[in-house]
């Protein structure tokens, strides 16, 4: 099958979340599985500076009004192709791909993600007079949902649409004034169509007109077509259950592997646990933490939102020291939670530490290094550091939710609760701690997550059979 892979980001030049290290890596997984992928991406300043000799394959000047002062251009890097959509007016600017510097959105999402879709479109269908076209054109999230869109309500022939939804809590919504503006017809605004309580949702459009429809986790997929935890589109995505398939992510297995991770400055395997220790005592002298054996030491690393419920977290501040454990926190986010974790770190200094920003080679020493790590969140589609934990034979800790729920069995491989409460993130933390203490008990924890599989191969092989049926 011929695959048009689209993205907004995409590691390790843009990254916001889990949908960079999807892009790089998904694409490779489905081209060893016999596609032949692309990967569409806007040419952010970022692609500009690490491919600077990408050639220029087509102007895209005159089709519509939207397409103007783009062009593609064209890189390979290793066995990742890259097509690359450069818009100078839209793409060429600081940061965030999504944020301008006062961390608001970009006044002109709607046309900067609206182009990202309509070329997508423009790759599938007749109007496409390149040497190569998608049998699928693959979107992700809102920004590229409305290629779906484009795709059904255009004239002419088209290729088959499949949408992947990494987190139902961001929809693309704008005032209706901007359905014209992004080329789509008024007969389209229609609750069968693309409005959504008064807006344009490029997310729901998606949901609406997609041939197929991929969420990250099997339990995600029934989460998400309920009133509770469907968004407002619960109801859409009940409707659409027949087409509507849960897959769960796969990790990079060459980026996180503990027996070959240069940022680690002591490698491990699953036949050489007691070397995890030495990387526990590097990580405390880097965290400024004492360096101590009797305790455990708990890891996260993640965006500091009420999404991950992390508030649970430093609700039980004063409690962890009394546990007793370590805390090592790498994260940045909602500034009132930043507060708190710098607070409750002020407060126990020799049990809590906290690093306000990211750095990787700290994200993966920390995977490393921790005894355990913490993941509570109210929601979570996928989620990806579970399974870098388990493959760093570090028990996560999670709230059994989403592809948490799927990945970590309680008592087998990690330790899980279903309330979200500090209350019963508490009672689940003295249970690990309990376990931890019975060395024979741990290591088996640590043995059966290691040996599990969470490669990005059987996930490429069902969406390979996802493409062909569609």
């Known amino acids: ?56 394959v087509a102007s895209l000047d005159g089709f519509d009004a939207l397409f103007a002062n783009s062009a593609l251009h064209e890189a390979r890097v290793g066995n ?55 049998d699928v054109v693959h979107c992700n999230d809102w920004q590229s949902a409305l290629a779906a869109a484009y795709l059904r309500l255009l004239p002419g022939g ?38 959504f309580y008064g807006q344009l949702s490029f997310l729901k459009a998606g949901l609406q007109f997609a041939d197929a429809i991929t969420t990250v986790s099997p339990t995600y997929a029934r989460e998400i077509q309920t009133e509770v935890d469907g968004m407002g589109l619960g109801g859409l995505l009940h409707h659409r259950a027949a087409s509507l398939h849960g897959i769960l992510n796969g990790i990079d297995g060459n980026e996180w592997d503990p027996a070959h991770d240069q940022h680690l400055p002591y490698p491990y395997d699953v036949h ?45 501040g004063d409690a962890l020291p009394v546990l007793p454990v370590q805390l090592a926190v790498l994260g940045s986010g909602e500034s009132a939670l930043e507060d708190l974790f710098r607070r409750v770190a002020e407060r126990h200094r020799n049990h809590i530490a906290v690093k306000i920003g990211f750095d990787e080679a700290l994200a993966h020493r920390i995977e490393a290094g921790a005894d355990m790590f913490l993941m509570p ?74 040996a599990r599989d969470h490669s990005w191969a059987a996930p490429a092989q069902r969406y390979s059979q996802i493409y062909a049926s569609l």
């Open 1 to 56: 099958m011929k695959v048009l892979f689209v993205t907004s980001e995409i590691a390790p030049w843009v990254k916001t979340g889990g949908l960079g290290d999807v892009a790089a890596a998904l694409p490779l997984a489905l081209a060893e599985a016999g596609n032949d992928v692309r990967v569409l991406v806007p040419y952010y300043p970022a692609l500009r500076q690490a491919l600077p000799k990408a050639t220029a």
């Open 80 to 134: 990742l192709s890259l097509l690359m959509l450069d818009c100078p007016a839209y793409y060429d600017r600081p940061g965030n791909p999504y944020l301008g510097p006062q961390g608001r959105d970009w006044p002109d999402n709607h046309l900067r993600f609206g182009l990202l879709s309509r070329v997508a479109a423009w790759l599938g269908s007749d109007e496409n007079a390149l040497p190569w076209r998608p």
């Open 158 to 195: 088209r290729a088959r649409s499949l949408l992947t939804i990494h987190n139902l809590a961001f929809q693309g919504l704008f005032p209706r004034d901007a359905l014209l503006q992004v080329g789509l017809p008024e007969s389209s605004w229609s609750l069968d169509g693309v409005e």
């Open 272 to 316: 050489n646990l007691d070397a995890k220790a030495a990387n526990k005592h590097a990580l405390q002298a880097q965290m400024h933490l004492p360096q101590r054996d009797d305790l455990p030491l708990l890891g996260i690393v993640s965006r500091l939102t009420h999404q991950k419920g992390l508030d649970l977290v430093t609700a039980l």
């Open 377 to 450: 969140s109210r929601f979570e589609p996928c989620g990806l550091n579970q399974m870098y934990s388990l493959r760093y034979g570090t028990p996560p800790i999670v709230r059994a939710t989403g592809g948490l729920a799927d990945t970590v069995i309680d008592g087998v491989n990690g330790f899980a609760f279903l309330e979200p409460t500090a209350a019963a993130l508490l009672a689940t933390l003295q249970r690990a701690v309990a376990t931890w203490r019975d060395r024979s008990r741990w290591r088996h924890m640590q043995q059966d997550g290691m």
